[in-house]
């Protein structure tokens, strides 16, 4: 990557804006009930970075990169020899493989890319209708089960948003990877981001959150999930934002961090979610010029490999990649192994994991830690600032019927065989306990048990 992220455990050791979840948790939550993972399933996902319309991130990001780091050896690639573009038709070929083996996650939509072109404007080297046709095929294909980020403005360059030009200068004060390199203010970070996601509104895209670029923000890390939750409610109004910046290392929990605007009064609904990716990248690299490793992932029988190693501890298992390593130049060495880590896991895995959006695993990880949940005679009460899909609780003992009741509206759940069966609206009885599986609404809502 052009710029480390830092380690996750690192970044939450030193962010004063995270809050204890344990002091946060629950306080009438009856010891008897267990929040589970949704479905009692272990959420995978996908994030991919350096994505956008059609612009081969990895072609024109190199000589950006190489012009502010003259040292770096790894920025004096024969770029020139790599396509200008990453094909639409590859787009529909990832996109639709995908969405027939149910996976999900993050993809990256960078505003400028590179400086190349506006995406809510002009892309030079491309028709007009092409940049149209490319959009909306990430509106129709990629939206229905990815979150889409606006990976800051450029990734390159730093925008005076002023003017709307670079700024003249391209040392490292001046590259979105590794700014700001003096301390900024909240407004002055939250601006910046509202200005990449405007475009993205401009294009017609959702979004609920934003990934930094390299190390973007690292100065400022405290300063970060105010911003996102700032420029993320402004711009798109949304209930809870989210963001990806940071990887959790081997021994590190990959599990969300809630993060609060205003951490000295924590209030469920000035949160933002630090959703970390759980492996390195080791497809093909950010530029698309690295062998690809996917048995790092893991490998054919998946009996090893980081996201066995995930599953295995039954945490989130969040692969990390960047676009220009799926398609290596037009080979799909990157996807082909993809494929093939997707397909060993689906083999071994598949009654134990689900895939979701990383804004899915965020808004679960609030859910499970901020619903207060008190038990007794046979009525769980149920409080929740966020509603839930696929909320999945264990109880003591068995049940012959299980009713969900929101205020007038009464929902009876369906008994199910097994574990792997379970899903929205349904339970089942265990030897020692009950599994529920349900939408969980936001506010006040009653389980009752008979």
């Not at 700001?180 to 017609?204: E, G």
């Not at 890390?221 to 209930?239: G, H, N, Q, S, W």
């Not at 497809?283 to 893991?298: I, K, L, N």
């Not at 965020?362 to 009460?381: E, P």
Request: glycine letters at 6%; hydrophobic letters at 35%; a neutral charge.
């Amino acid at each position: 990557m052009k710029m480390q992220r830092r380690t996750f455990a690192a970044a939450c050791a030193g962010a004063a804006v995270t809050a204890s979840v344990d002091r946060l948790s629950a306080r009438s939550k009856a010891a008897e009930v267990q929040v589970d993972l949704p479905r009692g399933r272990v959420p995978l996902s996908f994030i991919i970075d350096d994505s956008t319309c059609l612009v081969n991130m990895g072609k024109f990001c190199m000589p950006q990169f190489a012009a502010t780091y003259p040292q770096r050896r790894d920025y004096q690639k024969p770029w020139r020899q790599w396509p200008d573009e990453i094909p639409d038709s590859f787009v529909r070929e990832f996109g639709s493989w995908c969405a027939t083996q149910g996976v999900k996650g993050k993809y990256s939509i960078v505003p400028y890319p590179a400086c190349v072109g506006w995406l809510d404007r002009t892309l030079p080297g491309w028709s007009q209708r092409e940049l149209r046709d490319s959009l909306q095929l990430v509106r129709d294909l990629m939206v229905p089960n990815w979150d889409i980020h606006p990976e800051m403005i450029t990734h390159t360059r730093v925008i005076d948003l002023k003017t709307g030009r670079p700024h003249a200068k391209s040392t490292p004060d001046f590259m979105e990877n590794s700014y700001p390199q003096q301390d900024i203010s909240v407004d002055h970070l939250a601006s910046y981001l509202a200005y990449a996601l405007r475009i993205l509104k401009n294009c017609d895209l959702p979004c609920e959150g934003i990934t930094t670029p390299g190390g973007f923000g690292s100065r400022v890390k405290e300063k970060l999930p105010k911003a996102v939750f700032e420029a993320v409610r402004d711009v798109y109004a949304c209930e809870l934002p989210h963001y990806f910046k940071y990887i959790a290392d081997a021994g590190e929990s990959t599990a969300p961090k809630l993060e609060f605007v205003s951490p000295s009064k924590p209030e469920p609904h000035a949160l933002t979610v630090n959703v970390p990716a759980g492996t390195g990248d080791w497809f093909g690299g950010w530029d698309g010029a690295v062998e690809s490793q996917g048995h790092r992932y893991a490998d054919e029988t998946a009996t090893s490999g980081r996201m066995v190693e995930l599953i295995e501890r039954r945490e989130p298992a969040v692969m990390l990649c960047h676009w220009p390593g799926m398609y290596c130049g037009g080979t799909l060495a990157g996807y082909r192994d993809f494929q093939a880590v997707v397909n060993a896991l689906n083999r071994r895995f598949k009654h134990q994991t689900q895939w979701m959006k990383i804004s899915e695993i965020g808004r679960y990880w609030a859910a499970k830690h901020l619903t207060q949940i008190d038990y007794q005679s046979g009525v769980i009460d149920l409080q929740a600032p966020y509603s839930c899909q696929d909320f999945t609780i264990k109880v003591p003992g068995n049940f012959a019927q299980i009713h969900l009741v929101r205020q007038s509206e009464v929902q009876r759940l369906q008994p199910v065989q097994s574990s792997t069966a379970l899903s929205t609206g349904t339970y089942v009885n265990q030897a020692a306990d009950c599994q529920i599986c349900f939408s969980l609404p936001q506010g006040d809502s009653q389980l009752r048990l008979q």
